[in-house]
């Protein structure tokens, strides 16, 4: 397996344009999570998914912020409007199940000018 | 879910061994205790996973007190390519609520 894929790994965009990050788990993996890494907060947990669902997406800023997972190989991240404070790396990952190995895509890394 | 206390950084030389120790006092009883590792303009890495007592891989050791109140990671004759973050997690049994701390900044030093 190529591993957890993300795309794009670079995103230029200007404030207030729609973004939507994509991520492609490991083939048979159960969860899938979505984070944001910046230096002033660090690597936080926005949502994670297990077999499609939501199960906690507590960590999701603002309504700005939507993910999906229509079927078991692709997820979405999408932000509507983006700000300037939502620069920031953000990792997907996926793990075959439950308190086990999660694996790290690459990272988007996101500006918004 | 049990929050975690990591030093902010360390430094170690290559070869040494280094063990970075984290405080989990009101871990509960079926938390389970795992380290990632993460290196610049990457995501994070597994690196072990434990319960209690001692767990040991290819890569690192997992020392667990009895108490299960701290654990240690312990990587041995470390090198240049070490230098990295790593981040100790509690996760609940059953529930992949996956929270990541500040971490510690590890630079091993040629």
Not at chain 1, 19 to 29: A, E, N, Q, Y
Not at chain 1, 34 to 53: A, D, H, K, P, S
Not at chain 2, 55 to 71: H, Q
């Amino acid at each position: 397996d190529a591993g957890v894929i993300q795309s794009p790994r670079h995103e230029v965009t200007e404030m207030g344009q729609e973004v939507t990050l994509r991520c492609k788990p490991i083939s048979g993996h159960d969860y899938l999570f979505w984070y944001r890494q910046t230096m002033m907060r660090g690597l936080e947990l926005l949502i994670y998914f297990n077999n499609n669902v939501p199960i906690d997406d507590s960590g999701m800023p603002e309504d700005r912020f939507s993910a999906k997972m229509p079927n078991a190989s692709f997820s979405t991240l999408k932000i509507q409007p983006s700000e300037p404070r939502d620069s920031a790396v953000y990792f997907c990952a996926s793990s075959l199940t439950v308190n086990t190995e999660a694996f790290f895509g690459q990272g988007t890394r996101l500006t918004v000018v | 879910l049990a929050k975690t206390t990591q030093p902010i950084s360390m430094d170690s030389y290559e070869g040494q061994e280094v063990n970075i120790t984290c405080s989990h006092n009101n871990i509960a009883t079926n938390d389970y205790i795992t380290w990632y590792q993460q290196f610049p303009s990457q995501g994070p890495r597994f690196i072990i996973q434990g319960y209690k007592t001692k767990v040991t891989n290819e890569v690192a050791s997992l020392f667990i007190p009895a108490d299960r109140k701290s654990s240690t990671l312990s990587l041995p004759r470390v090198s240049l390519s070490d230098t990295a973050v790593y981040y100790c997690l509690v996760e609940q049994y059953n529930n992949n609520d996956m929270r990541f701390g500040a971490g510690t900044r590890l630079t091993v030093k040629p």
